[in-house]
């Protein structure tokens, strides 16, 4: 059983840095993907950064290229990625998702809809 366990985020002034942390548990192989989501009031959900466990190719939106970089840890029968955040903008407001699926192109993870996903955690940037 594949789970999906977000940490992290909080309040940030503007310019100011946030790491969000997700553990994913229960895959059988490594040919699957990792991604961060977020969705701000009133807006779409969109896919920022994705991860290829296999070969660590990655995936960024346009919107956090710069700012923002997922890395990975791991541990036995365990990943954990990581997302630094810096540079944060009020327009990074939004709620995070952690999600997973066999997916192992970054780029089209980031684009679709992953079948695993965590219980979300809030971002907020004000001054």
């Known amino acids: 059983q594949v789970q999906v366990v977000e940490s992290g985020g909080g309040l940030a002034q503007p310019g100011g840095s946030l790491r969000l942390s997700c553990e994913v548990s229960?895959?059988?192989?490594?040919?699957?993907?990792i991604g961060w989501f977020r969705q701000a009031p009133g807006k779409e959900r969109e896919g920022i950064s994705c991860?290829?466990?296999?070969?660590?190719?990655?995936?960024?939106r346009d919107s956090v290229k710069g700012r923002f970089t997922i890395s990975r840890d791991n541990a036995k029968n365990t990943v954990t990625v990581h997302l630094q955040m810096n540079s944060l903008k009020p327009e990074d407001t939004a709620n995070y998702y952690c999600a997973a699926d066999s997916y192992t192109l970054p780029q089209a993870m980031c684009t679709m809809t992953p079948y695993y996903w965590g219980q979300g955690t809030r971002v907020t940037v004000s001054s």
């Open positions: 991860i290829s466990i296999i070969d660590n190719t990655t995936y960024y």
């Open positions: 229960g895959f059988t192989s490594d040919y699957y993907g």
